[in-house]
């Protein structure tokens, strides 16, 4: 993204973490505070780059399984900077009578995102914010695009850990939940410490300190998997993304490594 580029809204001198992940994706969507301070990460956290590639990786199989499973509607809760093989993409490949909302409060996101999606039927784009969910699940452009009296999938992909209370982050899963029909998906990932020392942590939340967002929170797995409590967690369970179902390789999950934990759960149905 150019320096001089302006789009109203936006700090360029501070940094977005959508805009981090898109330079750790390989994008170019991003200014130069926002590469500083990925490149601090990187540094850190060396194997970053690859734990994106593989959250990525890990979103197009969910939706691959959740199409095939039935799904037709889907809601990207923090969908982050458009890039290849997006969720409308891999769904609407398989199915092309599925719809997807895409929701985001980065105002870089929904420029490119709208300017992207302009003409595709099957897709919105909505302006609102993970901590107060109930602005999602009532809000009354994704009403009128997906039917909630009908299964519905909520994706929440590397997002939780931006929210630094542990109350608050199983508040917004528990009232995304209340909102969705029996024969509901949810699919989420979170990031993770592994075996990181404490000082690399703590250096790594200094630098998301000065983001956007103002914080970052690496949980574990019984943290995260309490999240899917009631709910009928798909084999192989909360495993780091890169085991989940893999399609070539057999990784056994190591939960050693730094990354993100992924798992994927349906609402029992009612009755």
């Known amino acids: 993204m150019s ?10 001198h501070t940094p977005s973490v959508a805009r ?9 969507d991003n200014f130069a505070a926002d590469r500083q301070a990925a490149e601090k990460i990187v540094r850190l956290v060396p194997e970053i780059t690859e ?24 809601v990207d809760i923090g969908a982050g900077l ?10 609407l490949g398989a199915a092309p009578d599925c719809r997807i909302a895409y929701v985001d409060n980065d105002p870089i ?26 602005t999602i699940t009532g809000h009354p452009e994704i009403r009128a695009h997906l039917d909630f009296g009908r299964p519905v999938a909520v994706l929440l992909f590397a997002i939780l850990h931006f929210v630094p209370s542990d109350l608050e982050a199983a508040s917004i899963v528990t009232r995304l939940r209340a909102s969705m029909a029996g024969g509901s998906y949810l699919a989420m990932s979170h990031g993770y410490a592994g075996d990181l020392a404490t ?8 630098v998301y300190r000065g ?10 797995a019984d943290t995260f998997g309490s ?18 179902r893999p399609e070539w390789d057999e990784h056994k999950p190591d939960f050693g490594k730094p990354g993100l934990l992924g798992g994927v759960a349906r609402l029992p149905s009612a009755g």
């Open 51 to 74: 734990i994106a590639r593989a959250n990525r990786d890990f979103l197009i199989r969910v939706v691959r399984v959740l199409v095939e499973a039935g799904v037709r509607q889907f």
């Open 227 to 244: 999240y899917f409590d009631g709910l009928d967690l798909l084999d192989p369970g909360v495993v780091p993304v890169d085991a989940w």
């Open 20 to 28: 981090m992940y898109d330079y750790f994706l390989g994008g170019k």
């Open 199 to 206: 000082e690399t942590v703590r250096a790594g939340q200094a």
């Open 3 to 12: 320096a001089g580029e302006h789009v109203p809204g936006i700090d360029p």
């Open 109 to 134: 996101v929904l420029t490119h995102a709208r300017a992207l999606l302009a003409d595709n039927t099957r897709t919105i784009v909505v302006d609102a914010d993970l901590r107060r969910p109930e």
């Open 211 to 220: 983001s956007s967002t103002g914080s970052v929170v690496p949980r574990g």
């Open 82 to 91: 458009p890039t290849q093989q997006n969720v409308h993409e891999v769904a």
